[in-house]
């Protein structure tokens, strides 16, 4: 069965400080790897996505890795601003069975404090 | 300004009462599908549709129906609604089968 297993479950940090967010799946053969963030009472919002041949990408003080040997990929989040308070969600597309065969992590709920 | 958009944002309604909730795209998208978010569970996809008239069950379809009759519009269907069907609803769109999922801003429904 496919999995995305995301850790931690939750994250409290300090403004200004880093931190990382980890993914690891199960889905196979697979196609992308996409993070999004999930403000609180809103919908989720495409960060960025990863494929096979991908190993690093950036967007803004966000960039994601990903180890496709590993089934493993990390969102690390630079110099952390109050904004960045929000769930993060790791959803991997498979490369079979179409358009309904992606797989949602439970997400990471990252706190950032003054 | 490309968008999804859900109707209604919140809906109180009581065990067996028919509701719908709206959901259109202005994007030209052919993917739509609705999703279920519960605590500890994430995003469930219900149902999906890949064009006009052509619908597909997702991982969780038992009690919901839909209907795309015209590209931008996929409503959700609750037949009989009952208090385990309280959630909260997203509907995405995308241009391909493997694009950025787009979602709306979400439907709060609780069943009494």
């Excluded at chain 2, 064009?51 to 590209?71: A, H, L």
């Amino acid at each position: 069965k496919n999995q995305v297993e995301q850790s931690p479950q939750s994250l409290i940090i300090l403004e200004g400080k880093n931190c990382t967010l980890q993914c690891n799946y199960t889905v196979s053969p697979f196609s992308n790897l996409r993070w999004y963030k999930q403000d609180t009472g809103r919908g989720p919002v495409s960060l960025t996505i990863m494929t096979f041949s991908e190993n690093t990408k950036s967007n803004g003080r966000y960039t994601a890795t990903l180890d496709a040997d590993t089934k493993q990929s990390s969102l690390h989040i630079t110099a952390s601003q109050l904004s960045d308070s929000a769930s993060y969600i790791c959803v991997v597309k498979g490369a079979l069975g179409g358009y309904q065969k992606v797989t949602f992590g439970t997400g990471t709920k990252l706190q950032v404090i003054p | 300004e490309a968008q999804v958009t859900q109707n209604p944002r919140y809906l109180i309604t009581v065990t067996g009462k028919k509701l719908t909730v709206t959901c259109s795209q202005n994007m030209n998208h052919e993917y739509m599908s609705w999703y279920r978010q519960d605590p500890g569970l994430g995003l469930r996809q219900i149902y999906y549709s890949m064009n006009v008239e052509v619908t597909d069950k997702g991982d969780v379809p038992e009690g919901y129906k839909v209907s795309r009759k015209e590209k931008r519009n996929f409503p959700l269907i609750l037949e009989s609604p009952s208090p385990n069907q309280t959630s909260l609803y997203f509907c995405a769109s995308s241009a391909t089968s493997s694009g950025e999922l787009f979602f709306g801003e979400g439907s709060r429904l609780t069943v009494l």
